[in-house]
């Protein structure tokens, strides 16, 4: 049974099942949009007017779910702003049992609200947070009511610390350079019994953090990495270092000299809504396949370990 609802879930939703065996643990793409969605508040712009006139698919804000159907529980990777439909369509492989939070932008935490009174009146969801994002919660409204009422439980993470989520599954947080106004930002590695899997949905540039992209990328099987936007100059009238992200051209030119095999485990997501990319059978998005990588996909999932 559970295997047919898994199927009847990956058909409904559009997506593939990367790896295959009866209540293994995997991972599945709850969304791939920068923190404002696809399409965007107030955009009149021809690559959101695509949206609104339905010739282009919408897109849901960037978060990942992570389930272990053997023991009935699931894991959520952000909080986001699309929160009611990504936690609708995990509750098939179980009950909520924690939140993994990257960091204090929008679309990475206020998909919180959902858990208070007001809504679910949650009792007790444990919310896994770095230092800094714990104090953000707990010191400004109405994120402290929720601490206040019980709606959610607070859990230290710790930088390159490893918390076990289950028998199974592991997450680890790392440091990686952002704008950190409210809070520190990580991503995130997530080990099952068998494969590995890498998250950072934002960061400034790869060439301003410590640690080698390129070696990261050899240590796992798949690789979710920031794609915010496609290339310089996509935001007309702004100064776009003002928003640093590694513009996937930079990232394919970087990662040219990988091992074919290497360069396919990277998979951009966090698309803003100008980028190219996000047209399936447009310029960008070929550009990204003909280098060896692959644009996120809704639904997509990869299995963690074996039966």
């Not at 590995?196 to 934002?202: F, R, W």
């Amino acid at each position: 049974m559970l295997k047919e609802i898994i199927l009847l879930f990956f058909l409904s939703s559009g997506g593939c099942i990367l790896y295959g065996q009866d209540n293994a643990p995997f991972l599945i793409i709850l969304g791939i949009a920068q923190d404002a969605g696809y399409p965007q508040a107030d955009c009149r712009k021809a690559c959101c007017q695509k949206v609104w006139e339905k010739e282009q698919p919408p897109a849901r804000v960037s978060g990942l779910g992570l389930a272990d159907p053997a023991s009935g529980r699931f894991w959520l990777l952000d909080a986001t702003p699309d929160f009611r439909e990504q936690l609708h369509e995990m509750e098939p492989f179980g009950q909520l049992s924690g939140i993994l939070l990257t960091h204090a932008h929008i679309g990475h935490y206020t998909g919180l609200m959902h858990l208070g009174r007001e809504v679910m009146g949650a009792k007790g969801v444990p919310v896994y947070a770095m230092p800094r994002m714990q104090e953000f919660l707990k010191d400004n409204g109405p994120w402290g009511q929720l601490v206040q009422l019980n709606n959610i439980e607070l859990r230290a993470l710790k930088a390159d610390s490893t918390i076990a989520l289950s028998p199974t599954l592991r997450a680890t947080p790392f440091l990686v350079p952002h704008r950190d106004e409210y809070s520190e930002t990580v991503g995130f590695l997530i080990e099952g019994p068998e494969k590995k899997a890498l998250y950072i949905p934002d960061i400034d540039k790869w060439h301003l953090w410590e640690r080698d992209i390129r070696e990261l990328i050899r240590q796992v099987d798949i690789a979710f990495l920031d794609g915010t936007f496609f290339e310089n100059g996509e935001i007309p009238g702004r100064d776009m270092s003002e928003i640093p992200h590694p513009f996937i051209e930079e990232s394919l030119n970087l990662f040219a000299d990988l091992p074919e095999e290497e360069r396919a485990k990277v998979h951009f997501i966090h698309f803003n809504h100008t980028n190219p990319a996000l047209e399936k059978a447009g310029v960008a998005a070929r550009r990204v396949r003909e280098a060896g990588c692959r644009v996120a996909e809704e639904g997509m999932s990869i299995r963690m370990g074996e039966e």
